[in-house]
């Protein structure tokens, strides 16, 4: 009985550690749960007081803008947004109600309203969410079709709305910043016991089923990255209390090592049973080619043996890393993965095969990093000589502060502004063409139009954008009419699948647009259905007045203050190319003696950047992009960066041993291998800014041959050039192979040399 009840938790707990690590933080259940609530709260209130409908409809919809649209983190500020957007909401709503009979008025306002909206992003979350709540009530008392007569009861419903969603957001579905961050952890963790499975799935996957498991391996990969940078960027909420401040900063740093450590033992078993040394590209490129397998195995029978079992006791020492799960037994585990640290405990084998077991060390160094920072040192009478000395150089390491701020745009070619522009001049279009279409629902246009603009910086986003939502639109037609024919009269059956729409809405919105999309118009069937103004053409018309605002929105975008997409891509690639030569120059710098750096924040910046650039690029590789060969390099391009920031963010967690390692110093020849990759990203970076810019990315013999010249033994010894070398060499690899889809010259240092003598 008992070990069926402890196989019964133990299913749970993968289910749980499953569903967690699909949602990092449990964010979107708790908005989708959080919103519904305040909608059902709202709902019950108002029937209680004998509501009609069509104020049950204002209600649930100002409960849902209510909830969504506050931004803020600290608790404090989300309440002063809430006071501050009631007074915004019923100001709007009265306008809305008192100019409904004068229209060119009523569209002036409108516009006004909605380049506000947009231009208030400049004033933070705040500003943001002011905006927000002004354009979206006038849109909810056009919807109900507001008169004045009705303003008091309709102003009572939204200011019971508004309670509602206090309630909803303050005391049913309250959220915290420890509360957020302790999830964020578990899925950080179940998301890395999932890479580590992977990776042993791929260790013993036969070499006709390699590639499919390679595209798992790339997956996982990156949504330990995602955890990362949500943990990152909500680590910073307690910036003004010094002592959380203090934690955050060694929780980041034990995050981003666990994430480097994972990430290199994937490439090291890669490595290990290739019959050719692995690419790191091989981990980030789609499709990219499959390092050639040996016929037969070449590791040997008895250390493929060892290797799997140590294997599965680092993937045990993962998914049990929470502070429930401490024994005798698993201290045993670490204290033997942790042996491999040292090199008179390697198993024998060949060099690639070692590596693994070092980098088996490592992960295991990791967990342990990320167990004392997050539930404290513990016992340490088991601990082992290796596993005390891991511990001591997590306590030694010393915490530099440091920032850089970007100068930031201004007048039209500021985001905000520029964006508030092309808005307005959008919605111009949309509401002159959404009256030809029908002079009652013409505001769908401009909704699309608007909404297309949101989190969005060139015009092939936007066009993305709009393309899914008049998908999701179609689809979700279909499912209005369905729904409607289902519901009938049924007021209550009505808004209960309204509620079941809007979790889906709130639910999917992060991970799919068109999916949102869907369950905003399924929504509004239903919605049309409870105000007895639903019909199948009604909905016909949602998708065309859909695809007239997203039309809108990209011509627009293309004729105002326009911002290609090949022009931001390239603004966010030199982006990533500068803060990756900062990494680079600092990491080198500090391994080779030199000053230290805040390394934490600027790998941060690069990983921040570089999320903005994938971004950026998905219009051009999206799969319906006619341009093929240009989808391909912009594929190559971001995974050869992907490569050489987790190379550039191995330096830097290195480089921050040097200060405190006993085993780890300096070596200031380091200085010479880097001064190539530090020339190289700037000529990269130059060309990006201007096509005409002149200089040449330098080649030629590798940077081991470079430090070889001065002392080969180095490179076999312990100090920090071994340890790396072989980051640097992918790094400078990895920096020449974007000369080529840059269009950027290459030349050996004897040609540039053979030319100077010539000049």
Known sequence: MAATQGASGRARTRLWDRFSASDPGLIRLMAALRTVGAIVLTLGVLAMMGTPVIHLVAGAMGAMVATFAVREKEQHKQAVTLLLGLLMSLVSVSLGALLGHLIVLSDLVFLALIFGAVYARRFGDRGYTIGLFGFQF???????????????????????????????????????????????????????????????????????????????????????????????????????????????????????????????LGWLLLNARSAERADTLTLHLPNAPVPAQPATGGIGADTTQILRRDLRALHLLVTRLGPEHRGTAQTRLRNRLLGYRDEENLPSGPPAVQDVFRGIGEAARAVLGLRLALDGPGDESDDTAEATRSREEFEAEEVSAGSAVEAEETGLKRRSTRAAFQVSAGSVLAMTGGEFLSDQRWYWAVLTCWVVFLNTSSTGEILVKGYRRLIGTVCGVVSGVVLAGLVGNHTWTAFALVLVCIFGMFFTAPLSYAMMSFFVTSMLGLLYTLLHTYSIAVLVLRIEETALGAACGVIAALVVLPIQTDRRTDQLLRTVLLRLGDVAAAAVTQLSGGPTADLLDMARDLDTALDDLRRSVQPLTHPFTPLRERRQTARYLVALLESCAYHARSLAATAELVPYSKRVAADPRLARAGDRIAHNIAVLAARVTDERAGGEAESGASIASMLEETDPAALRSGTVTFRVLRHLQRLDEGVIGLARPLDVPLASPEERRARTTAA
């Open 138 to 264: 006038y849109f909810v008392s056009l919807f109900v079709h507001a008169t004045p007569s009705a303003l008091p009861q309709l102003w009572l419903t939204l200011a019971i709305a508004f309670a509602c969603s206090a309630v909803a957001r303050f005391v049913l579905v309250r959220q915290t910043t420890p509360g957020i961050l302790g999830r964020l952890r578990t899925a950080f963790r179940a998301r890395l016991a999932q890479l580590v499975a992977i990776q042993i799935e791929m260790f013993d996957a036969p070499p006709e089923d390699l590639e499919k498991v390679l595209v798992n391996l790339r997956r996982h990969t990156a949504r330990l990255h995602e955890a990362a940078l949500m943990i990152q960027g909500r680590l910073g909420d307690n910036a003004e209390d010094p002592e959380a401040a203090a934690r955050a900063d060694v929780l980041q740093r034990r995050i981003a090592g666990a994430e480097i450590a994972a990430e290199r």
